[in-house]
């Protein structure tokens, strides 16, 4: 039960109470990204900030003084760094992964075993 209530939570964060602070995602992200770039003197862009926040939320639970917070945030920046990934690259990842679980339904277990098995030796 705590899965779906560190979910909901994500969802209400971050298409709700974010964004009314915030704005959209994609344009706090890049304007983080921007600032982050001009700071380090290298690219950053909208993704690897939602990744590094991601990496201090982890960072934070690490510690082990964490509260069910930090896996909210760490489920919500998941979220918004798919969701700023460049348009094509999201509907070919989308498509990569629709053709694998079709993949998989569509051979039997012990099919893919053998296949696997084969490809070995």
Do not use: H
């Not at 298409?15 to 344009?27: A, I, P, T």
């Not at 590094?52 to 909210?72: C, E, H, P, S, W």
Request: hydrophobic share 40%; with cysteine.
């Amino acid at each position: 039960m705590i899965r779906k209530q560190i979910l909901e939570n994500a969802i209400r964060t971050v298409c709700q109470d974010r964004k009314d602070r915030y704005g959209e995602v994609e344009n706090n992200f890049k304007l983080i990204a921007d600032l982050w770039s001009a700071y380090l003197g290298a690219a950053v862009s909208a993704v690897d900030v939602a990744m590094m926040m991601g990496m201090l939320k982890m960072a934070r639970i690490k510690t082990g003084k964490y509260t069910q917070d930090n896996f909210v945030d760490l489920a919500g920046y998941a979220a918004c760094g798919a969701e700023c990934m460049p348009e094509p690259l999201q509907k070919s990842k989308l498509r990569q992964e629709a053709l694998l679980e079709e993949k998989a339904v569509a051979i039997p277990p012990q099919k893919q075993k053998a296949d696997k098995e084969s490809r070995l030796t």
